[in-house]
């Protein structure tokens, strides 16, 4: 698009359909590889990724002509065809309806990054539930507990 100048920084927050799903750590890398791969694909750009066992946060800056649900539609389910393809995992690999998208600011990014990297030490003080919530509270997004989405434990 000529003329078209943009800076969309998001982060996108996502979690696995059920514990027989979780992402094990002798795939994990190759996971977000991939994830990179698609984002890349639709002319975004991944600043951070992490998959932990039941959640995923990645930071993106957003091409303009693809909108937040198509882009993380095509992560959901190219990710999902991947994982079911190489059969990591004894049952059929989905991720649970919707996700969290929560935008930022350039000057914003490097904290995004640093937060994203150092997932496995926060979920160490911290579990994912209450991670998420407090994520929809800081953004004020209003919500019903009722459709967010199936807690799995406490702390990893």
């Not at 698009?1 to 190759?30: A, D, G, H, P």
């Not at 303009?64 to 059969?87: R, V």
Request: hydrophobic share 30%; charged share 25%.
């Amino acid at each position: 698009m000529t003329n078209t100048y943009t800076q969309l920084f998001v982060q996108f927050v996502f979690t696995v359909n059920c514990e027989s799903c979780f992402i094990k750590e002798e795939f994990r890398e190759e996971l977000e590889r991939v994830i990179c791969g698609i984002i890349s694909e639709h002319k975004s750009k991944t600043y951070a990724i992490y998959c932990n066992p039941d959640h995923v946060h990645i930071l993106v800056s957003i091409n303009p002509s693809m909108s937040t649900s198509k882009l993380i539609e095509q992560i959901k389910s190219g990710s999902s065809k991947w994982l079911n393809n190489k059969k990591y995992l004894p049952t059929k690999f989905s991720w649970q309806d919707g996700y969290g998208a929560f935008s930022y600011s350039k000057s914003h990014t490097k904290n995004v990054v640093d937060y994203i990297l150092n997932q496995p030490e926060h979920h160490k003080k911290q579990s994912f539930q209450e991670e998420y919530l407090l994520l929809l509270e800081k953004f004020e997004v209003e919500h019903n507990e009722k459709f967010l989405f199936k807690w799995f434990d406490k702390k990893q």
